[in-house]
Every structure is written in C-alpha cells, then in structure tokens.
C-alpha cells in the first residue's frame, strides 16, 4: 500500500530530482519519509499501532476495576503511604 498516489509521488520525485543518488534510491527515500510523517500524524491523532495495542491491552485488564490487577500476586507486599515516607516523588540527582 503506498501513502502516496502516483501524481504525488511524481512531484516528490522532481523535488528531490537534483539529489545525486539511483531513481531507486531516490523512491525509498520517499517512502521512508513518508512513512516517518505518517507515524507522526497517526500518533498526534492517538491512531499510532503501538497506542492502539496499550490501549486495548489497558482496557482488557482493567476493565472490571482493582479487583481483575495483579496487586493480588503478590501476598507478601504491602501498601505504602507516600505521606509516611514510602516513596518520593523528589528527583534523585543533584
């Protein structure tokens, strides 16, 4: 499947015409950055494949609330106050 339609991808190539590489080098170059717009635009649009797979992974875990997480795998940990000095939000470095 190409991003481009044959007009399009015609005026691509006369923009890049006086790069001094192959016409077969010159039509990945194309591709390629077209396919590096459209992640762009898929992810400002949330439509990336990767948000798309969190997403519906999100969704099927915790779909029914605290009960389905997997906070009850592990018996021998305990909850922790931030309050009471069980974690911090300050940054390590200097």
């Not at 339609?5 to 990945?28: G, H, L, N, V, Y």
């Not at 439509?47 to 605290?66: C, E, T, Y």
């Amino acid at each position: 499947m190409s991003l481009f339609t044959p007009e399009e991808f015609e005026q691509c190539r006369e923009c890049i015409a006086d790069i001094d590489m192959s016409d077969a080098d010159k039509d990945e170059l194309i591709r390629v950055v077209g396919n590096i717009v459209a992640s762009f635009v898929d992810q400002s649009f949330g439509l990336h494949p990767v948000q798309l797979s969190l997403s519906a992974r999100a969704n099927r875990h915790f779909q029914n609330g605290r009960d389905d997480a997997i906070l009850g795998l592990f018996q021998n940990d305990e909850s922790i106050d931030p309050g009471d000095g069980g974690a911090s939000n300050a940054p390590n470095g200097p």
